[in-house]
Every structure is written in C-alpha cells, then in structure tokens.
C-alpha cells in the first residue's frame, strides 16, 4: 500500500499570493449624469495604471483649512465642511446602514471600519478622483473597498450633493460585497441603483427601489441593448468607463433587476434568488440567467419593452421594527494639520494617484517630523510599489515615533516576510526575525480583531514555520470567514491540509478556485495542485 504523502513537506517551499494582502480592493463609482451630476455608476479599478497626471492637488491649501473628525456609532466622518451637513450625511448613512441590517441580518453589515471623507463642494473633491485615460473621472462620489478599510468619498454641496442617493449607491457594493465575485456586472450596478433611492417613510417604514426618471427618459429615447451585449459589459469595456456610451448601459441594468426584482411578474419574481445560486454555483451569466427564468434572452427582451412602455414602476415599501427616528449620537474633534496630510495621502495612495500621495506625507513630514503619521503613509506608499527593504524601514520609524495603527503592525510584519522570499517562495525563518513577524501580527489582530489579512498571514506564517499546523488552520478559517470573496485564502488553506496529510479536504477547499469566476491565476495553481494531489494519493 502506497501512502499519500503532504505535497509541501516534499516541495519544502509554499507559494503565497500577494493579491490576498491588505490591498485587496474594489473601486465603485457614482457617475455624473448632465447638469445634475447624479445617475451613473462606474468601476475604474482595473483602469488606473499608469496614466499621466494631469491634475495634482495642493497640499497647502487644503491642509491650511479646519478640517474635523464626526463620528457615529459605524462612521468616521472627515470634513472641513459645515457640521450641520456632516451630521446629517451621518445620520442617513446609520438609517440606511439600521434598516439593511433589519432585513438581511447584522453579518451583512458586518465590515472593516468605514471612513467618509466628505469634502465642502465638488471642486474639494475633484483632485482627489480616481484617473480615467489621465483625467480625473466624471463622478459625484465614489467608493472604495479594501481589507483594512472601507472608504467612501463624496461633497457636502453643488452638483450632485442634493441628494444621497450617490452614497447609498456606493454603500450598497459593500453590503453586497459577498456577491462581487460572481455576480455579473449588469446585476450588481443595477442593485446599488435600487437601494441608491432608500429613504424613511415613517419611524419604523423605508421604501426602496422608486423609479429613477432620468433612466427612464434614456431608455424611451433610445432602443435597448440587446441582453447578450448588456451581460457582456465587463469592468474594461467602453460601456462601463466612457461617458457618451455609460448611460444605456447603466440605464437598462437598472430597469432589468427592478423588473425581476420588484415588477408585476409573479412567475418570474420567485425565480430571482435562483439567479444567484446558480452564478454561485459557477454558470456563465447568460446560461444562469436562461435557467433561472426559464426563458430565452430575445423572450426577455420583449417582457422588458412592454415594462418599460407601462411605465409603471412600484416601489418596494418594508416596515422594520427598529425606531429609525432615534436621535444619533455624533462625537466630534479637531484634527492637526499632519493627520489631515495624512488621510488626503491615503485617499490619493488609495486610488492609485501615488505621486500625489506622497506630497501629502512630505508635507505631514515638514509640520510634525516626530509623528508617526507621514512615516506610516511612506510605509504604505513603499508597500504598495512593491519596495519591501523601504517599507520596513519608514514603518519601523512610525513604530517607533508611537504608531497605534493594527495596519503599521501588520505591514512591518508582511513586508518582513516578504523580504525572505525567493520569487514568491517561502522556507522556514530561523532566528530572531520569526519573533518579531509574529509578535508584530498578534499586536496587529489585538488592534484590530476582524482584520482578514492578519489573520490570513499569521496563519500562513504559522504554515511556513511548520510548528503548529492546527493554529494555522484556525487563522485562515478565521480570514475566510471574515472575507468569503478573498478565494486567495483557500489556496494556503489547502496548503495547511495538504501539510497535515488530508488531501480530501485540501481538495474541498481547491474547488471554488477552479469556477469561471476565480482569478486565472490562482486556478492554473489549484488545478497544478490538485494534480498532485491526485498523484499522492495513487
């Protein structure tokens, strides 16, 4: 009898996928729309590479004005706006964020902290835009998704700040945010835009999903795409990003799931949740549509013209039992001249404008050379161009100078380990430097429990140290559950089970790698490993 033997005694190297660190991201936008600036939606994460900037905001200015931390029970609300509408942004955003966890539970709102930086009027806002073809993009507000933070940014005044339906649109990709692997994008733009019009109708009543006139008028001006183009939209189509051709696309992806979601089809209705337990499941978006209606893509189309030239589109009244008129509490602070360097740094380093960036950590450095805040920015900046040696270093200073941050512990430690590995491999570290990546995580997850990231590297540090398989288990289940979307952490999952000689669950865990919505190359690696798998096991 042959027995199986674990795959990475016999490599003695694992491979750790740096597209599971704190940078795991989405980006979701709220696109102007003519004069109103409201309407659109639009991702440009996979289209700010490298383009020329061409506008660069001015440290000086900004960090010359009174700027102020207002924070709710969930939100932390960054402004140099008047407070009167900071407390308000606040107070809605606690409504919405009340009523969501009533109806879908409070794991669905369960999340990294949320920060708002909310600034007085769209020209504040607009150096700070995320790049499109080198121009800062078209948008009213945007929102940003990342395993350390969740990040909305919008402005308190002019165009687009009449409403909030800009900031519940970009609210709703993060309560969704367990879908975003599989959904198709038509579904998940579409379902930000419904709850986009929440508002409170009474003290224990809110009403979602109102007609949207403006998509309206679009669409009965113009003839509708044809379903397959609609599902066909990806993140880098023109469709998506360019302004002259977002708004069909926007438009239709809003009156299809108002149609299957809240339209006058009792046969189709029911079938609507079978939509996404069969994407989930790994079908294309077009066969898990046709299977879930039972219904042609041209059959569709027709039931979606005559929806449209009804014109009669009902909103979705829901009563909750929570007292949504309750008073919020909202406690306030001056912030210093370096931490607001600080958070407009981050912003900028966060969509990718990283000359930028910097400006803003140089000049927290020039005010407050003993704080801790401009060497953690450089840290970041270091981490995120891939300069590991540089990022220990500034890290290591804003530990030293008193830095509190789980994120500054957490990146010493993870560019720490970077640092010993051979294209993505890693061995056993002897010596001093395992202490101190270990210590440096703990003191990480101390600060911040739910921090996926920690625990995914504790685990696969615990994993390359080989010393104690079953707490490694325990840190990267812990990731998993606090992050589903990251498939990342399944692969140094399997890598544990493969380590304790249990290839039937190492195999278990490989399966969602290998469906249509998993990253290419972390399913050309569990295909490679289930290979092996089977070949251990012969």
């Not at 835009?129 to 009213?140: D, I, S, V």
């Not at 579409?190 to 009543?205: D, K, L, N, R, V």
């Amino acid at each position: 009898m042959v027995r199986s033997r674990p795959l990475a005694r016999r490599s003695k190297t694992i491979h750790f996928f740096h597209d599971v660190n704190w940078r795991y991201r989405t980006l979701t936008a709220k696109a102007a729309e003519d004069s109103r600036f409201l309407g659109l939606s639009s991702l440009f994460a996979a289209l700010l590479l490298s383009a020329p900037l061409t506008v660069f905001a001015e440290p000086l200015p900004l960090t010359q004005e009174h700027w102020f931390e207002a924070r709710t029970a969930h939100f932390n609300i960054y402004s140099s706006g008047p407070t009167q509408e900071v407390a308000r942004v606040g107070g809605r955003l606690e409504q919405f964020r009340e009523a969501y966890s009533v109806l879908a539970g409070a794991q669905a709102v369960a999340s990294p902290p949320i920060v708002v930086m909310a600034f007085p009027t769209h020209a504040g806002l607009e150096p700070f835009l995320p790049l499109y073809q080198g121009k800062p993009a078209n948008l009213a507000a945007f929102f940003h998704r990342g395993s350390d933070e969740n990040l909305i940014a919008l402005c308190l005044s002019g165009r687009g700040a009449e409403s909030l339906d800009s900031v519940f649109h970009e609210y709703t990709h993060l309560l969704l945010r367990h879908n975003d692997l599989f959904w198709p994008l038509w579904l998940n733009e579409g379902m930000a835009e419904i709850y986009s019009t929440f508002e409170t109708t009474g003290e224990h009543a809110v009403r979602i999903g109102k007609p949207l006139e403006h998509y309206v008028r679009l669409l009965k001006g113009r003839s509708l795409m044809p379903l397959h183009d609609l599902f066909a939209v990806t993140h880098h189509s023109p469709e998506y990003n360019e302004r002259d051709r977002q708004g069909i696309f926007y438009a239709e992806s809003w009156l299809l799931t108002h149609y299957l979601m809240l339209g006058d089809n009792p046969v189709l209705k029911p079938r609507f949740g079978q939509l996404t337990a069969l994407l989930r499941q790994g079908q294309l978006p077009e066969q898990a549509f046709t299977n879930a209606f039972r219904i042609t893509l041209p059959g569709m189309e027709t039931l979606l013209r005559r929806y449209l030239e009804a014109g009669r589109f009902e909103a979705l009244k829901l009563t909750v039992t929570a007292d949504l008129s309750a008073p919020r509490s909202l406690v306030t602070r001056s912030i210093s001249p370096v931490e607001t360097c600080f958070r407009l740094g981050d912003l900028l380093l966060r969509v990718d404008r990283l000359d930028t960036a910097r400006a803003y950590f140089e000049q927290g450095e020039k005010i407050a050379p003993k704080s801790p805040l401009p060497f953690e920015g450089f840290g970041l900046l270091a981490s995120e161009q891939k300069r590991p040696a540089e990022a220990v270093q500034q890290l290591q200073t804003a530990l030293q100078h008193g830095s509190a941050s789980f994120l500054a512990h957490y990146g010493y430690a993870r560019e720490k380990l970077r640092l010993t590995a051979e294209s993505d491999n890693y061995t056993r570290i002897e010596g001093p430097e395992a202490a101190v990546i270990r210590q440096e995580l703990q003191k990480s997850l101390a600060l911040m429990p739910s921090f996926g990231p920690a625990h995914h590297l504790l685990g696969f540090f615990l994993l390359i140290q080989g010393d104690d398989l079953t707490d490694a288990e325990k840190e990267l289940q812990r990731a998993i559950q606090l992050e589903p979307e990251n498939l990342g952490y399944l692969f140094s999952l399997a890598q544990v089970q493969i380590r304790k000689n249990q290839p039937d669950a190492a195999r278990k865990t490989l399966e969602p790698l290998r469906l249509p919505y998993a990253d290419a190359r972390l399913k050309a690696h569990a295909e490679e490993m289930m290979k092996e798998i089977g070949a251990l096991k012969r």
